[in-house]
């Protein structure tokens, strides 16, 4: 079985300043793909970055990065210069081949971004 | 453009009234899954296809069905609305070749709403 647990369910951030969203893992899987999805009140799900557990360096794309430590089990999303429009509700995700390659979500963390 | 479409947005049902929400795709994913997400909640996996092959979540009630006619569409059947059953459901798209390192594509979702 594989579990996402995301222990952070809120947070403020300043306008302009960076801010680390946790996200921990659990899975026997040996090949899996750890995924961060962005939702605003809107309610639609946007994907933001990709990690893949066999990837060496740690994914990045734009102001966003994932700060992935294979062994403590964590896939950890830094946000940069946060911007207003970055208030959503961030999901952490995985899949696995051993769970039948669906996509599990962790519990979420809703971010605020003060001006 | 839309690749994942979901339809209606919006639907209000009768307590008991038999309901389908539709999910089309234009990504020729051979992946469709079908989430609920309650307010302020993870979203939670109903089940997927596979390509044709359909896999249930063993927590599912059987009052939700689902039908995939073809790889660009797929139904959610929801048999007898109860008013727990009010959520937004939201359907995905995945390219999956068994390797768990594909990002979903989510459409906008329907928010259901029963009376």
């Known amino acids: 079985a594989q579990k996402i647990t995301q222990t952070q369910p809120g947070m403020f951030v300043q306008e302009k300043e960076a801010v680390t969203l946790d996200c921990t893992y659990d899975?026997?899987?040996?090949?899996?793909?750890l995924f961060w999805y962005k939702q605003p009140s809107s309610g639609e799900m946007i994907f933001l970055i990709y990690?893949?557990?066999?990837?060496?360096q740690n994914a990045t794309e734009g102001r966003y990065s994932l700060n992935f430590q294979k062994a403590r089990k964590s896939a950890n999303l830094v946000i940069s210069a946060s911007q207003l429009g970055d208030s959503a509700m961030y999901f952490c995700?995985?899949?696995?081949?051993?769970?039948?390659?669906?996509?599990?979500f962790g519990g979420g963390t809703r971010v605020l971004v003060k001006p | 453009d839309a690749m994942v479409i979901q339809n209606p947005r919006y639907q209000v049902t009768q307590f008991g009234k038999p309901v389908t929400l539709s999910c089309s795709q234009t990504?020729?994913?051979?992946?469709m899954y079908w989430y609920q997400q309650k307010s302020s909640q993870a979203p939670k996996l109903l089940f997927h296809y596979y390509d044709k092959d359909f896999n249930n979540e063993a927590d599912t009630p059987d009052n939700f069905q689902s039908r995939r006619p073809n790889t660009s569409f797929c139904f959610l059947d929801i048999r007898s609305p109860g008013l727990g059953d009010a959520a937004m459901y939201l359907c995905?798209?995945?390219?999956?070749?068994?390797?768990?390192?594909?990002?979903?594509?989510f459409g906008q979702g329907t928010r259901l709403t029963v009376v």
């Open positions: 990504l020729n994913h051979n992946v």
């Open positions: 995700a995985m899949r696995g081949k051993a769970a039948g390659n669906k996509l599990t």
């Open positions: 995905a798209t995945s390219r999956d070749r068994g390797m768990g390192n594909t990002e979903a594509f």
């Open positions: 990690q893949g557990s066999y990837d060496q």
């Open positions: 899975t026997s899987d040996p090949s899996y793909g």
